[in-house]
């Protein structure tokens, strides 16, 4: 395991050539990766999601492809759609694949589009193939939708619909850089450099082999239980949630734990993982109710009371 610890150390220093800081939303991007699920970037604009993803897909020689979520965009520009053509004086119907067909697909601000075009990407996210018409089509793997997304409060923004974000394996939470770090950045990027040219870590073959190694990872009985009652309490504390989790928040904090025990270089999955990992998977599956909301509770805090409540 230690020799994979040296790999994924290598890739936050490649990525780190690009983007500066960022270093916990790069892990846990590569968190969702290993765990083949989806991951969601929720930060103001200009702190480098799409940049994150983008050089990430490289360095991962992934095929990549960018959807820029507006207000207009249609399902079909998003799943593709079928196109009239001519051949030998006939005319068929011959299907035009959309950007979703990707290793890798950047849903840039998905909060920006209209729900029903944020639900024609449901099922290639769940079940990692599109249907156009009487047609279904594979998706290549690996696959994932790594998308972006403003915070709620700014204009123009449509909430994502609980399904769907139930479809996100991790929220991930980008804030604003240090003061050392902005610093570095105006520097690097206000002066002229040469373009920095970004080796090539892994394959796709060697992603489906470490998403295979992740299922393998142990962990014990009792750490599993102790998951399956922290979900279970976000359905019984009802002075402070709403609603709760669902059973695949359950499967998903055990994956992100042991993905990130893998990251670490370990063989197993310990209580500190689980702890880490908690607040991305659990913060877009649980909704306050008024009382928490009213004493101006964030989700994270609440959670992180959950977690002191559930004695392991």
């Excluded at 916990?24 to 799409?50: C, D, H, M, S, Y």
Aim: charged fraction near 25%.
């Amino acid at each position: 395991m230690k020799s994979y610890k040296a790999t994924f150390e290598s890739i936050k220093k490649e990525m780190n050539k690009v983007v500066v800081g960022q270093d916990e939303v790069i892990e846990q991007v590569l968190v969702a990766i290993l765990a083949n699920g989806n991951a969601l970037l929720e930060g103001f604009p200009g702190l480098a999601k799409t940049l994150a993803v983008r050089t990430l897909s490289e360095l991962l020689n992934l095929k990549f492809s960018r959807i820029q979520n507006t207000p207009d965009l249609m399902p079909s520009d998003v799943t593709g759609t079928y196109l009239i053509e001519d051949s030998g004086g006939k005319r068929h119907f011959k299907f035009q694949p959309g950007p979703i067909f990707a290793n890798i697909v950047l849903a840039d601000e998905i909060n920006r589009a209209t729900p029903k075009t944020q639900s024609a990407m449901l099922e290639a996210m769940q079940e990692r193939q599109v249907t156009v018409g009487n047609s279904t089509f594979k998706l290549d793997e690996p696959f994932f939708v790594l998308a972006t997304q403003n915070p709620i409060e700014q204009e123009g923004t449509y909430p994502l619909p609980e399904a769907q974000a139930d479809r996100f394996l991790l929220k991930i939470k980008v804030d604003y850089p240090t003061v050392d770090d902005e610093y570095e950045i105006a520097n690097r990027y206000t002066s002229e450099k040469p373009h920095t040219r970004l080796k090539v870590l892994l394959n796709k073959t060697h992603i489906v082999s470490l998403q295979e190694m992740t299922k393998k990872m142990p962990i014990a009985t009792d750490l599993k239980k102790y998951v399956v009652n922290l979900i279970n309490t976000t359905r019984t504390q009802k002075e402070l949630i709403q609603y709760g989790a669902s059973p695949r928040a359950s499967i998903g904090l055990i994956m992100a734990a042991k993905a990130r025990a893998m990251i670490e270089g370990r063989n197993f999955v310990n209580t500190q993982d689980v702890h880490a990992m908690a607040p991305s998977v659990l913060r877009h599956r649980v909704i306050l109710n008024f009382e928490a909301e009213r004493k101006g509770m964030s989700t994270d805090e609440a959670i992180k009371e959950l977690i002191q409540k559930v004695k392991k």
